[in-house]
């Protein structure tokens, strides 16, 4: 079953930086686009920023010019480095990909566990 595990998460003074990092691993075909979500008690789950297998990037207007996604294709991982970070940046934040398996004929979206960041002095 194919597995993604999210790691760097925790608890940082406004305008301070973390790197989140998201691992896909087991039974692993091939992974098209990976992205970031967020979710802030009481609210929606939310988009943060996507990229493609092939790099192309697209970020939530609120996260513009101040976190960056990237990724590892050899390495199946996607990243997400978050700088000057605010208070209303907190929340639990999810990796999400698109990826086929060996033993399916076409690819699925999978979540990843989440892992809380939390902005506060």
């Known amino acids: 079953q194919v597995q993604l595990v999210e790691s760097g998460g925790g608890l940082v003074q406004p305008g301070g930086s973390l790197r989140l990092s998201c691992a896909a691993s087991?039974?692993?075909?091939?992974?098209?686009?990976m992205g970031w979500y967020r979710q802030a008690p009481g609210k929606e789950r939310e988009l943060v920023a996507v990229?493609?297998?092939?790099?192309?990037?697209n970020y939530a207007d609120f996260v513009k010019g101040r976190f960056t996604i990237s990724r590892d294709n050899a390495k199946n991982t996607v990243y997400l480095q978050m700088n000057s970070l605010k208070p209303e940046d907190t929340a639990v934040y999810y990796c999400?990909?698109?990826?086929?398996?060996?033993?399916?004929?076409?690819?699925?979206?999978?979540w990843g566990q989440g892992t809380q960041v939390t902005v506060s002095s």
């Open positions: 999400n990909a698109d990826i086929r398996a060996y033993y399916s004929s076409s690819s699925d979206y999978y």
């Open positions: 990229i493609s297998r092939d790099g192309s990037t």
């Open positions: 087991r039974s692993i075909f091939s992974i098209n686009a």
